[in-house]
């Protein structure tokens, strides 16, 4: 199982990148994501309803203490920052070493308090650039999945019937 952790929502400012990260976790094959910083239900519900209709069984939920979190995580700690390690080696280590682990990938928004880099097992680069966090989250899932991106989602309303020129989806079940 794969959890998100994001930390450091700030309502408003950071709405849409905090709703990508969750869909981009979603679509990625993580089972869950928890936001850290300020509450915030609306942009919760918007993963949620897009859940209901495009299907999969993924979590979405509020933490205030993020260092509980990493702390009592029983698993692999990831925190992606543009100072650690290549993510194909850790991704590639998690894969070999430890297959059927829980992994928890914290990502930031604001500046990260220093106490993450500690309480993780690994630190973790996509590049050694600053970018974005929805970048570094996609292509860190996409090499712990070993390339794959997720297909199917159960329970799902509505699917996309993948075409050359046009916008097409079908009710699923017709
Ligand atoms: C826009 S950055 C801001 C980081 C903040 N300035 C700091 O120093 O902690 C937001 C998040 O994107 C992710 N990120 C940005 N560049 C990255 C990189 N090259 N590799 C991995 N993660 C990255 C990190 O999770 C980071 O916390």
Do not use: C
Not at 7 to 36: E, P, Y
Request: charged share 30%; no cysteine.
């Amino acid at each position: 199982m794969v959890t998100v952790l994001r930390l450091g929502h700030r309502r408003g400012r950071d709405d849409r990148i905090s709703t990508h990260v969750g869909l981009t976790a979603r679509q990625l094959g993580a089972d869950k994501i928890i936001f850290s910083g300020e509450s915030d239900s609306n942009m919760m519900e918007s993963i949620e309803d897009l859940t209901a209709r495009w299907g999969g069984f993924f979590e979405v939920e509020y933490r205030e203490d993020f260092r509980r979190i990493i702390k009592d995580f029983e698993g692999v700690t990831v925190h992606l920052t543009m100072y650690g390690l290549p993510f194909k080696e850790v991704a590639s280590e998690i894969n070999g070493e430890k297959p059927d682990k829980d992994v928890l990938v914290v990502v930031g928004s604001q500046k990260v308090p220093r106490e993450v880099y500690s309480l993780v097992d690994y630190n973790v680069g996509v590049g050694n650039q600053p970018h974005s966090e929805v970048t570094a989250l996609g292509l860190f899932l996409y090499e712990l999945n070993n390339g794959k991106i997720p297909e199917e989602f159960e329970g799902a309303q509505v699917k996309v019937v993948p075409s050359e020129e046009d916008k097409l989806t079908e009710k699923v079940g017709e």
